[in-house]
């Protein structure tokens, strides 16, 4: 017995060791890692490229500026200064600008149209572009007749008559940084062909007519026909589709099944675990009673009828295995064989650790046992350590969740220290 008490704290020590050497193991590989990510911030910072030629590109006509920074030197190596430049993009010389401005001549002239026939017949919206040439040129556009022809190109010609048409100047500027120049542009903007004009928009215009014309009135009426055709108005309430109702009714449903086999789930485990915990309790609680001479039925008795005592006064919690155990006092009160009834207590419980133990009960019922006593200490002790387990299996549970938003945190440290070393290398 002393040997194997030896040899389990040996084993004790060993397995703390071990725990704490796996600890500075962690310890040592995140330092590490920032180590190493410190070296590389390092690098960075240090790293530059020579410029070959001294001489620096500038960005393309019409891209953002560049910053860059120059670190200076002498013939010897020495670091003179640190310049931070913003290289802003090169500008086009007159001649580019001229030859620029004939290119956005012609892109307005193949896109203005659009889905008109020309300038002297235009029915709908014009394409009015805002700038040319990839962006390189500015374009601004002014009308001498905004209600006819806005600034985006828009034709407003649905309240023309027919055969109506009215002109319109469309100037359009352009520029290129101080360079402008503006070219004309007359149309000639005509009325919609009546079939072209759909039965919803010759209400609209209707309706948008009576308004102005009745803005000092209470009412306004709205139109009784239009083109021969008899109108009917109804106002449309915002209504929720019953389907709306009927996703909703199954997500809930399906939230509540959900919910409760989630809890039954957590309570089983719950159930569990409170057991195995009370195990060593219970094992230690019948040890006693069986040294001090009582039966197992008379000892199982007692150990129940005092949780039920205990339990009704409130001096005690619920637990799932003393109730089990009541249960199982009940049934040989009620004449069921003890062995049966300590069998189907097994079966109900259905774990492991109480299983061997109602075998050992059984067994000594069935075929005698004057050991039962030790062996029922041996299991004590195999109970203790069972809960030592599962207290230090608590612990690291605890320890689990508190490692996660450590864990981020690193995360987000390395993202802040990774990042400008990444950037520095053009990666």
Known sequence: MKLKTEAKRIFEKIRHKIKLNK????????????LMLAILKGIANSSSTKISDNSLKRPAPGSDARQETVDVYDKSGKLITSLDLTLDPRKLNASEVEENFFKAYEEIEENM??????LDKVKYNLKLQTSAVSGLVNIDWYSDDFNIINYNGKVSNDDF??????????RAVLSYDEYKTSLEYRITVIAKDKSELSLDNLIAKRIDKNLEESVNEDKFSLPDNIDGKELIYKIRREETSPFYYIFLGIMLAVLIIYKDYAKLKEDKENRIKQMKYDYSELVSKLCLLLGSGMTIRMAWTKIAADYNRNFKEGKATSHAIYEE??????NMQAG????????????????????????????????GSKDLVSLL?????????????????KGEEA?????IPMIMMLVIVMII???????SFGI
Do not use: G, H, W
């Open 113 to 118: 149209l659009a889905t008109n026939e020309s």
């Open 336 to 367: 069921i064989p003890e062995a049966a009834c300590y069998e189907d207590f097994a079966r109900r419980v259905n774990i492991k650790e109480y299983t061997k133990f109602i075998s050992l009960l059984v067994s000594n019922l069935k075929k």
């Open 161 to 170: 008559l027919e055969n109506e048409s009215r002109p319109v100047v469309l």
């Open 417 to 423: 220290i990774m990042f400008p070393a990444v950037t």
């Open 325 to 330: 155990m009541y249960e199982t006092s009940c």
């Open 377 to 393: 200490e041996n299991e004590t002790r195999e109970a203790f350590e069972l809960r030592k387990q599962m207290a230090l299996q």
């Open 399 to 403: 320890s689990t969740k508190l490692l």
């Open 23 to 34: 600890s500075y193991k962690t310890a040592l590989l995140i330092f590490l890692a920032f």
